[in-house]
């Protein structure tokens, strides 16, 4: 089965509720595990490992002052090590991200994380969700934000993690993790 590892930072746990739907549709299809990384943004060698062995990595910040927060960041600099020797040339590629505010510069951090993977030489899988943007759309719907390129949650700022993300963030996550990990098995040959 195709291994999907699952790379986030989460501050506050709202972007924990989003990672976890994605794990939970991409354990619907492959093997996937969740990753956070800690407060310092130091990734462990077994994240390492385990990113380097991987068929898929999912991508996963908040939006912080209109990009990734730094732990995420710094991550991502520190995997220039494998962008030197292309360790994760071809491998399958996805994202998310999670804010307070509807739009919120989401789609900067967004465009970031596709760059970040287009720069190790990755496929990136894109939502291929139809947008809820009618009269009577909710935040029950999936992918009322709109989005195209990962999985967009928003948090409203005074809610606690089990209050937001809300339903149609999390089923959007949940179904872009299984679409990723769908891709992954393909790439894998299954
Ligand atoms: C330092 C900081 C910067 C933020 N910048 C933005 C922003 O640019 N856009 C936005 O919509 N929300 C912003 N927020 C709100 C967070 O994105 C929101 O609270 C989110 O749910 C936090 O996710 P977390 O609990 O996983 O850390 C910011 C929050 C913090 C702490």
Redesign the pocket.
Known sequence: MAQIEIIY????????K?AEAVLEGAQSVGNARLWALPEDGVASEALWDAADAADALIFGS??????A?WQFKRFADESSKRWFGRSWSDKVAGGFT????T????GVTMAWLQTLAAQHGMHWIALDQMPANAMGATTADRNWAGGSAGALS??P?D?S?EE?PREGDLTSAKDYGARVALWAAKFAGE
């Open positions: 930072f989460s501050g506050y746990g709202h972007t924990t989003q908040p939006t912080y002052m209109g990009n927060a999670n804010s307070a505010s739009v919120g510069d989401k928003t948090s700022s809610a993690p937001g």
